[in-house]
């Protein structure tokens, strides 16, 4: 069994694979006492080499990495792969069943009409389960402490979309999820379904919809009052599927939709905005002030996928796929249904986060990984794309419209910034920030941890798991008020 | 929690710690068909922080590797730290609470008489169990395929023995296991205990002896008429533990002693013959012609070990530390007491192994990890030995008195040599030679396969664990007919 030799799978892309128990990791400078939780994260990760010879980074089985920080200030470390319907059937065959990255066509006779989800993109908790979540699936429920999984999660038959997004959102007064299933009937389809999840994990609303166009969407916004559908031009079509052709392309002739609805509303109560042909797919945050609704995202002029083409067969522009701080604003009152966008910074960055206790409501500041463009940074061989080759972490004030960062050191990547409020009512912004650090080459991977109100200072301290992680993709803090971090000693 | 920054803690010597699953470990090269069944390792990984600030490598954890080369060609990786009696309770305290090498009175007040082993040097396969070996204590059992400790064994109470060689030897016609213990009434104590164990793993006989002093008796041999007990002069004394100094001091000024007795003999049977000065620790095999008995071993003319300082106050001689391939050979029939010393070979090496089927029978080939002092090496910056720094394998022919030997390339460590018999009936020499290649600086690590009848060729295929793992010490193969080697996937 051997890897390809692309860059996809060597270097610091190389699958890890290692499904491990690390007692009492070592840590270098000394970690704040109010750090006390879990922190899952998730990556792609792939057991088997790829059934067409080679693959997209986003294609990997999903491998859980948990780092648990205990009330007496030991952490434990532990990885599991999700045990996907996927990857029990490739494991018992010895080899890759499932072909191309969302493309049935390409799979095994063996396989064919097996969900294909590889739960590798989103990770959260609720309702006292872990849910590894992959956008073309249903979400798989898995032990919070023992990372055994117990299965793909429908709701007992209650979901009907045949997806469910890897970015849910909450809110933390009602202790709702929220959550789209797109491309819902079937690759490439335009339906969406969304859905409230009340807090014990039970489908309390839903909705269905048609986007405008059949496409991505990663990611949407929760508000207090409203749900918004950001359809950006990441476009799909069954026919390419069937051609063998990339599942996305990108299509620079069409504008991004947003569609608008009541939080607990119907099809029916939809409203589509209209705004220029752009790139985002990952929110800060979502709030509204009476009838002006604010989503915050990383927005970039163009494609930001190069292995997902132009439509137009126009070339990647690496300049165009640099995302930046923007924010989209809807006002309801206004008829001629178009939104505004500002842009706030010139940073290059993604996966943008917020404090989580804060989504659906106003927050003053964003966590984001970003590109320092005068510092030393690798360029993504695999991908040609910044979202790759993350050198500094930033946190963006959107009061102040001004970025504080720090330069994660060379031969380093950074992962997606978690930030850890100090205690259950500590005002925003005083806590932690933490983020893997892939070192390229180098037998270990770093957790940092830094002081989230002096973020240029560096870290307070570094976590060392004594393992080289692949990069991963979300992760999410699990506080220990909301669930106690036991220790996993045996 | 931070291990100290010595060189023992750094570098290619720093704690691993993982206790990880692997399935389907990639392969560089062509495995051979006949390569089934189960690689086990074991090597010191210290779990915390030494107790006393810094620690010799010797001191660690056991952490016990699994490589399962199951029927349809599959690799699979296991790795199990032995659940000692110390690692529970640190593991409890999170912190290191027994002390030194051998030195009860270093420990933590709360774990004195407990059994301070760590099961870090040996490992083998016997009446169905695995056996993790420290010769300070009892054996301890593991399952062979989940690797869950069972405990320390003493054989219902039958093993008086307050110790246990991490160097059994076995009978492959009887399926007999032959023991010793030596301290075995306590630390510094001259008595050694043997052991004959039946293949149901129950004492079958049972000798007490007394060395002429007391010291290491880290290997013996057995043939198919005798046992011998070398008493090599790395010495011990209760009074230096009590003063904290080392437990083992090299004594230049007395000879080396070998104990013969008859296979099952008693203590009034034995008869003691005297040589030079010499170190010698790793016996390839011992066989007898009629009343001529040979060991084949790695002598050197001084102290190995420089954290064992020389009782004279005589400093570390690196050339003197340097094992040869030699051979003991007692007669008799001699009336002088004496013994002879043939040394065969000027390559510096260690670890020797034969076919594990010949043991107690006359063998050809000896395998061996070697120094080539022409080609790059690695001179350990802990110990200044050559031990941990070989960047050879050998093959000796004890016919024709040469070697053959593969060089490992830059930047890597080999660990000990072991040879596979093509098949059941395969003729001496014929199968292959796996060891574990440690590459420094990278995150992974290679087992080396080679066709051990070609060793200048090097490897057939390197099976790679993508984790870096610490220097182990000595391994075992339990070849799928004597024990199935399923696969380890879930």
Known sequence: MRFPDSPVFTGYQAPSRVESDIGDLEVLGTLPPELRGTFYRVGPDPQFPPKQGNDIFFNGDGLVHMLRFADDGRVDYRSRYVRTDKFVAERRAG?????????????????????????????????????????DSPPVLMDPESLQTLGYHTFDGALKSKTFTAHPHFDSET????????????????DIAYYVIDKDGRITHEAWIKAPYSGMVHDFAVTKDYVVFPIVPITSNEAWLRQGRPHYHWDPRVPVYMGVMPRYGRAEDLRWFKGHNRYSTHIFNGWNEGRRIFVDTAVAKGNPFPFFPDITGAPFDLGASAPHVSRWIIDLDRTDDGFDEECYDHEVCEFPRVDDRLQTRRHRYGYISSLDVFKPW??????????????????????????????????????????VPRSRDAPEGDGFLIALLLRHGQPHTDLAVLDAMNVTAGPLALVRIPVRLRPGLHGTWVPHWKRPANPLRR
């Not at 049935?104 to 989103?122: C, F, I, L, W």
Request: hydrophobic share 40%; with cysteine.
């Open 95 to 135: 080899r890759a069943l499932f072909g191309a990255y969302r493309n049935p066509y390409t799979d095994d006779d063996s396989v064919k009409g097996m969900v294909r989800g590889t739960a590798n993109t989103g990770v959260c908790l609720h309702a006292d389960k872990l849910w590894a979540l992959k956008e």
């Open 175 to 190: 202790g709702e999820m929220f959550a789209i299933g797109f491309a819902a009937k079937g690759e490439a389809t335009p």
């Open 378 to 419: 690798t360029r993504s061989v695999a991908t040609e794309r910044p979202m790759m080759m993350f050198n500094s972490m930033s946190r963006f004030d959107f009061e102040e419209k001004k970025h504080e960062r720090w330069f994660i050191g060379e031969a380093s990547t950074l992962e997606e910034v978690q930030f």
